[in-house]
């Protein structure tokens, strides 16, 4: 007997359930009583259940629905992305489903679980956290899948990647070109590697123009708070810092803030810099330099790989490399020449 049927009647002897409902449940289907839902939904969890996904879309067949997961629809970024494939695939007559993870694993699993339950007739995963064993599944099934970031492309995969290791050169390089030798790196779940992969790249990049340069990192969450506490810590770490540079814009706009609080002026004490170019970076104060990230074009590609009728054949099974383009403002400047910089206040 295959072991995926031997897991789902395991999952319906705990759950004292009949395996049709638990596959009810798995595929979000017919009303199930909700203390049902909950006993096999626990069952499910507490022995690790893991459905085959190439067989549950064969199962069903597909629906004039697309999804997109995204790691945090808080950060306009990605909700940039995803108003691009909704307009496109709205135009085909489709409609998107989306999933946020907040960065969690396992919210991903079961949200890709909800997805295929929903029987989409392809995927889009905006995420930076990915397990393997999960991008190997989801290449066996039979609807096209996109990434961004994650993954790697293989007969119905495609991979989209933005080539940060040259956003970042460009601007640790502009930013040096000013005088900067003292870098701060705000980031945020700083293990993931499509996070931590900018602030290696900063350190090697500072690294080769100067030895002596140095930079302090500090992670914090991924939003305006998150920027705000993250400079806190590097300001706390009693290093002077001629320029911060963070991993995303809205981070940015955060680290502001808390700059501006403590009284410092940006750029004249302090540079700052983000990343992504989402909208607000031109408004907020003052104008953040940034890396401009093509949101728009990722959506595209998206819409192109996943809905008919488009030019899916042409991407389906490639890896897209997009370079980012560096974008100055008033956020940035050159070093000041001030023999003492200021010490900031002290927290009552």
Request: proline share 5%; with cysteine; glycine share 8%.
């Amino acid at each position: 007997m295959p072991r995926d049927t031997v897991k789902l009647e395991e999952v319906a002897r705990r759950a004292r359930v009949s395996g049709s409902t638990v596959s009810r449940v798995l595929n979000n289907l017919s009303v199930v009583k909700n203390s049902t839902r909950m006993r096999v939904l626990k069952a499910v969890e507490e022995l690790g259940y893991q459905p085959n996904l190439h067989a549950r879309s064969l199962a069903g067949g597909s629906s004039r629905t697309i999804g997109v997961i995204v790691s945090n629809m808080e950060n306009p970024f990605f909700f940039d992305i995803y108003k691009t494939v909704e307009s496109g695939a709205r135009a085909s007559g489709y409609e998107v489903v989306i999933a946020n993870t907040n960065y969690s694993s396992e919210q991903l699993v079961k949200s890709i679980r909800l997805m295929i339950g929903r029987r989409v007739s392809g995927l889009a995963i905006i995420v930076s956290e990915m397990d393997a064993a999960l991008t190997e599944s989801l290449s066996k099934g039979p609807i096209p899948v996109v990434f961004y970031d994650v993954g790697k492309p293989s007969q119905r995969i495609t991979n989209i990647r933005v080539n940060y290791e040259r956003g970042v050169r460009t601007l640790v390089e502009y930013l040096c070109s000013l005088g900067h030798r003292s870098f701060g790196f705000v980031s945020h779940h700083a293990a993931l590697d499509p996070i931590n992969i900018r602030l290696q790249t900063v350190l090697e990049v500072t690294k080769a123009l100067a030895p002596g340069m140095t930079v302090y990192s500090a992670s914090r969450e991924d939003d305006l708070e998150g920027g705000r506490l993250a400079v806190r810590d590097l300001l706390a770490l009693k290093f002077d810092p001629t320029a911060i540079i963070c991993v995303n814009d809205i981070m940015a706009v955060g680290a502001l803030r808390e700059l501006r609080e403590e009284g410092y002026d940006v750029p004249g004490d302090i540079s700052v810099c983000g990343f992504d170019n989402i909208t607000l970076s031109e408004f907020c104060y003052p104008p953040l330099t940034t890396v401009h990230i093509p949101r728009d074009r990722i959506g595209q590609i998206v819409c192109d790989c996943l809905l008919p009728g488009r030019s899916a054949a042409s991407f389906e099974g490639s890896e897209i490399i997009l370079d980012p383009q560096l974008v100055v403002r008033e956020s940035t400047g050159l070093v000041s020449s001030h023999s003492s910089r200021r010490v900031p206040r002290k927290r009552s």
